[in-house]
């Protein structure tokens, strides 16, 4: 650990990295201690935090200065995993935005030293709401703790601060404290991967789980499909016309019934040069790998990757074709 001077009761000047190694053992410490005192007073939090939510209520995130900044990342963790939460803004909150609160909902409310005038006065306000009140702060004793239904203890012994005074422990206290309630939430309520990805339909995980294997597939009026009494020739031409590296050869019904690709043709080359005039339904292959055109996209890439293929056919549930998926067309949709 760094000295201390005596005198001025600042720790003494470390070289850049120190510093930084530093700042991330104290608040490291600081958490280690957060997780050990972590009880009762949890569980009681999560209680009242689900049944709020259980019966369509919200969370009321509200804070002031760095507290602020850290409620509302937190009511956003919240929010993008299914546990509804909006942020008030304590310095409006007396002046007509004290009406974003309902009955049935829950005030998150942090303060480290729970004695923030801006935010002890609007508690008077709030309990006039048939609401219940969780406090994280650092001081048990506090007014903040007083008014409230249940006090989370974010107390730290020391900010990494080398003055002591910046707010740094204690606001990430705050904030792995927030993010444990939420993600308790998160399994507690059920909230699965496929709710993750409504929530961030633009993201990449929103992508790979809700794109279909037909919003990725070429289209048929796309693919080269052919009749069995098509030549080898025949599929090279709509091959390269329509830039596929693979050609579906169907029934009149539109029924799979093999596939011929670019390296079926470099293959029957090498044994005959004349296979241009070859009929396809002697060197397709037959029975070849699809997919339903209704599952999801992210299905493709085990496909393709366990069946070492670059080319696979889109079918519906009758095994008529419904598209063609090239594995270069999956950088685009951003699967890989």
């Known amino acids: 650990m760094p000295l201390m001077d005596k005198t001025e009761r600042v720790v003494m000047p470390m070289q850049p990295l120190e510093r930084a190694r530093w700042v991330i053992q104290i ?3 600081e958490l280690a201690k957060l997780a050990s005192r972590l009880g009762n007073d949890f569980l009681q939090a999560l209680r009242l935090a689900a ?4 019966r369509g209520g919200k969370i009321v995130v509200l804070g002031v200065g760095k507290s602020a900044h850290i409620g509302a990342k937190l009511a956003a963790t919240l929010t993008s995993t299914g546990s509804r939460a909006v942020v008030l803004d ?9 009406g974003i609160v309902s009955d049935g909902d829950l005030v998150l409310a942090l303060s480290y030293s729970g004695e923030t005038e801006e935010l002890t006065a609007i508690l008077p306000a709030l309990k006039r709401f048939s609401i219940k009140i969780i406090a994280m702060t650092g001081r048990s004793s506090s007014t903040l703790a007083q008014w409230s239904d249940v006090a989370l203890d974010t107390s730290v012994s020391r900010e990494a601060c080398p003055l002591g005074l910046a707010p740094t422990s204690s606001t990430t206290a705050m904030l792995a404290l927030g993010d444990a309630l939420a993600m308790v939430l998160l399994e507690q309520r059920g909230f699965k991967h496929e709710d993750f990805a409504k929530f961030h339909p633009s993201g990449r995980l929103g992508r790979r789980l809700l794109l279909k294997v037909c919003d990725v597939a070429r289209p048929p009026s796309s693919a080269p499909v052919l009749a069995l009494k098509a030549t080898v020739l025949d599929a090279v031409r709509e091959m390269t016309n329509k830039r596929c590296g693979a050609a579906v050869i169907t029934d009149n019904d539109g029924l799979v019934l093999g596939i011929f690709t670019q390296g079926d043709f470099t293959r029957c080359y090498q044994e005959d040069s004349l296979v241009g ?9 037959r029975n070849p790998i699809t997919i339903h055109a209704d599952a999801p996209a992210v299905e493709i890439l085990s496909i393709i990757e366990r069946r070492r293929v670059d080319d696979l056919i889109a079918v519906d549930s009758e095994g008529r074709f419904r598209g063609l ?9 951003q699967l890989v």
């Open 27 to 29: 608040e490291q410490e």
């Open 51 to 54: 049944e709020t939510l259980d």
């Open 90 to 98: 304590s310095l409006h909150a007396l002046h007509g935005d004290l």
């Open 277 to 285: 005039t070859r009929l396809l339904e002697d060197v397709m292959t």
């Open 325 to 333: 998926v090239d594995s270069q067309d999956l950088a685009r949709h």
